[in-house]
């Protein structure tokens, strides 16, 4: 199965022109948890997170300051839709343990809190060969994980033939990584411009590789 293709339209780049993605495509052998991942977590990544977060207003930490103003030019308030970054933090910070999904969703989390940058991975053999990250159309929305429904108008989404299927907020149901997916992409989001998104491709294609048995994946920066 190839890799799908990615674009931005222009419209969402004249919104906000520091807007970039890298997507990683790579196949996997997705476990429900990795051991060592959750142990370096705990033990040696949660306790700096914590003290960082207790001494760090949110929109200090990386890369959140920027998706909050890109979204206000969107035209979403960015106090009522988080990007999914944003999201871990505050449970972090509100003592609350991290979501524990599978080995890949983990890993896809523990780059999201280092950098600050929101990640979506998506299952290959549910999307098209060509995705588009664009602005939600009026009336568009879909099932989110672990939420009734997501209104998706104004929104920053990745769409293919079929429609909506990820955001830097909350994904669909559709493509969501399972234990059975083999083939998978992941879609770092960054609306910092290209320095700090090229940062966060080495860390996550170290991490993937250590935590979720990913090999050398295939990389397009746009």
């Known amino acids: 199965m190839p890799m799908p293709t990615i674009s931005i339209d222009e419209n969402l780049k004249t919104a906000w022109p520091a807007t970039h993605v890298a997507c990683l495509c790579y196949s ?6 990795n051991q060592d991942l959750w142990d370096f977590y705990e033990k040696t990544f949660a306790p700096l997170l ?20 890109a979204y206000k030019a969107f035209g979403i308030d960015p106090g009522r839709h988080r990007i999914s970054s944003e999201a871990l933090y ?27 940058f929101s990640l979506g991975s998506y299952d290959v053999a549910h999307i098209g060969q060509k995705i588009v990250l664009r602005l939600g159309q009026p009336g568009e929305g879909y099932a989110g994980i672990g939420k009734s429904g997501m209104i998706l ?10 429609g909506p299927f990820g955001s830097p907020t909350s994904d669909s149901t559709r493509a969501m990584i399972t234990d059975g ?11 910092s411009g290209l320095e700090a998104l090229t940062d966060c491709l080495d860390l996550a294609k170290r991490c993937f590789n250590r935590y979720a048995c990913v090999g050398e994946p295939l990389v397009t920066v746009i």
């Open 90 to 116: 505050r449970r972090v910070r509100q003592g609350k343990a991290l979501y524990q999904i599978n080995s890949l969703v983990d890993a896809n989390n523990l780059v999201s809190l280092e950098t600050g």
């Open 50 to 69: 914590e003290q960082k977060l207790a001494s760090t207003a949110l929109p200090d930490m990386p890369n959140i300051a920027q998706a909050r103003a």
């Open 181 to 191: 997916t083999r083939k998978a992409i992941t879609v770092i989001y960054s609306f």
């Open 28 to 33: 996997v052998d997705v476990c429900p948890k």
């Open 153 to 162: 108008e104004n929104m920053p989404v990745l769409a293919d033939d079929s």
